[in-house]
């Protein structure tokens, strides 16, 4: 079937446990690397890959059109070192109000950089672990990289913005259920998309602003916290990261009334960044 737009896709009708199914395979408008997504593309290309393996094992041998495009003909993926300067995070504030979005995915954006959490860590996160009355959140080790629980410690406004959170999930579990299901978390990909949304909606007001990522706003607050003379143990134990060698034998310290005091002035940094006039 071709469709309107260019689209082409095939159609295999089969029956499964007396009930009918449809397969439908193809491509649908622009291709997904023109798309922006070559991550998404070379996921494309294993799923590809492994359907036609499985039919192979199973009798069915044809032509495996994966095997002919190696995943670094598809996208090549360079280090990352983006950040944002002080003059950048307040324009993104300032797009950010301008993006068409539910004011939750605007508050889970500024989240992104006032927490310095992975992506995953945030939209994935339950009510259960947020401790209002102790001003912290706990993320539970099987949610996290390195497989250890880890604390957040929460400013001001961060908590203005879960309270809000909290008006908004009508019962859900979740801080950010799912537009169409409350019982799922909300995707991952859409944080993606309302900061790719920033950078156009500045580019189109004829500001100039590099494209930046979910992880490059946790990389903008350790560059920026740094920067402002904090101690990098405080800092990266806000990141989660974990020491290496000898020194990871012997220092367990938290740092937690460090850290609760460093969020507190990173988030004050952050207000003072907004409201500066150009």
């Not at 095939?10 to 491509?27: A, I």
């Not at 294993?46 to 495996?64: C, D, S, T, W």
């Not at 957040?152 to 950010?176: E, F, H, P, W």
């Not at 952050?270 to 150009?278: G, H, L, P, S, Y």
Request: aromatic letters at 8%; charged letters at 25%.
């Amino acid at each position: 079937m071709v469709t309107s737009t260019g689209g082409i896709s095939f159609r295999y009708n089969y029956s499964l446990n007396n009930r009918q199914e449809t397969l439908v395979l193809g491509m649908y408008g622009p291709g997904i690397v023109a798309r922006g997504a070559p991550a998404v593309a070379v996921h494309a290309r294993e799923i590809v890959m492994l359907v036609f393996r499985y039919a192979a094992q199973r009798g069915e041998k044809h032509p495996n059109p994966a095997d002919g495009v190696p995943p670094a003909s598809i996208a090549k993926f360079e280090p990352r070192d983006r950040t944002l300067t002080t003059h950048e995070i307040k324009q993104f504030y300032r797009y950010l109000d301008r993006t068409q979005c539910a004011p939750t995915i605007r508050i889970a954006a500024r989240m992104l950089l006032l927490t310095m959490v992975r992506k995953s860590e945030l939209t994935d996160a339950t009510w259960s672990e947020i401790d209002f009355a102790n001003r912290v959140w706990t993320i539970p080790g099987v949610r996290m990289k390195r497989r250890n629980p880890h604390n957040v410690y929460l400013s001001n406004q961060v908590l203005d913005m879960l309270i809000a959170l909290k008006t908004c999930a009508a019962g859900s579990r979740y801080l950010l259920p799912s537009r169409y299901d409350p019982d799922k978390p909300m995707a991952g990909a859409t944080l993606n998309l309302v900061l790719r949304s920033v950078v156009e909606a500045a580019k189109a007001d004829g500001v100039t602003m590099t494209d930046f990522s979910p992880h490059d706003l946790r990389r903008t607050g350790s560059t920026l916290l740094h920067e402002a003379g904090f101690n990098s143990d405080w800092i990266e134990k806000c990141l989660a990261h974990e020491q290496q060698g000898v020194r990871a034998v012997y220092n367990k310290a938290e740092y937690a009334e460090q850290r609760r005091n460093m969020m507190q002035q990173w988030a004050d940094m952050i207000d003072q960044w907004v409201a500066a006039t150009e």
